[in-house]
């Protein structure tokens, strides 16, 4: 198992300490622990519609984003994708490594930007194994995430592509508030499963309406409370059960 480096005054009051903190997770770790993982980790930065990592990959990193949000995505054989969940500063991926595997069981992508601290499995392992409370956080998180995968494929099965397209829209905003979100027609279709004419159709009818200003791969929320109620009950469900553990 790896080991961690002392930590040390200056590391600790590090901007990259700091920056460290606007992960939920990392937020949860008593100073001298996140020093500790900050010393020996780096800042990744990833742009674009990137495929960060596969269904099946060792798992070496795990990333905690600190800005911008990845896709959890699973794939069948006939590379029909559809997403899960996506993971922003609230919580962590690559978290197959805390239950003991050591491949990853989804794919990984970026749809627009990421900033994550990178962290060696092994240093991650080793801070986890000594902090209960860290544990706990990471537990609730990952059965968090399930219970939205599983409300998911409710979503797929009886809500409508509009309904659902609004859901998904809210919660990238919620993952950079206020930015246009720079997604392709065929990236949303990839991500909702859905037909890209489907997404063209259900987009169309949210600008039509007033809610989104939509063009060319950029889309801007233009009224966030009738988006919100023209979003599925799934968008609600996910507010009404995020964490309220306190961090620390
Ligand atoms: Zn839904």
């Given at each position: 198992m790896a080991t961690v480096a002392p930590t040390s005054l200056s590391v600790l009051a590090s901007p990259a300490c700091v920056a460290a903190q606007e992960n939920r997770l990392l937020g949860g770790l008593a100073e001298e622990n996140l020093a500790r993982i900050v010393a020996v980790s780096e800042f990744a930065r990833f742009e674009g519609?990137?495929?960060?990592?596969?269904?099946?990959d060792k798992l070496t990193r795990v990333y905690f984003p600190v800005s911008g949000y990845a896709s959890l995505v699973v794939t069948d054989a006939t590379k029909s994708q559809m997403q899960i969940g996506l993971v922003g500063s609230e919580g962590v991926f690559g978290w197959e490594s805390f239950t003991g595997?050591?491949?990853?069981l989804f794919d990984v992508y970026v749809p627009e930007t990421l900033r994550a601290l990178s962290v060696d499995v092994g240093v991650f392992r080793s801070v986890l194994a000594d902090n209960e409370h860290w544990m706990m956080m990471h537990l609730e998180y990952l059965s968090r995430l399930f219970s939205v995968a599983a409300r998911g494929v409710l979503c797929a099965r009886f809500h409508t592509l509009e309904a659902r397209l609004a859901r998904f829209l809210l919660e990238v905003d919620d993952r950079h508030p206020g930015k246009p979100i720079l997604l392709t027609q065929s990236t949303l279709s990839r991500l909702l499963g859905v037909r890209r004419s489907g997404v063209t159709n259900a987009a169309t009818h949210l600008q039509l309406l007033g809610l989104i200003n939509y063009r060319r791969g950029q889309i801007v929320i233009g009224n966030r409370h009738e988006l919100e109620t023209a979003a599925c009950d799934c968008y609600r469900y996910r507010i009404a059960h995020r964490s309220r553990r306190p961090s620390t």
């Open positions: 519609d990137v495929h960060l990592a596969g269904c099946g595997l050591d491949q990853l």
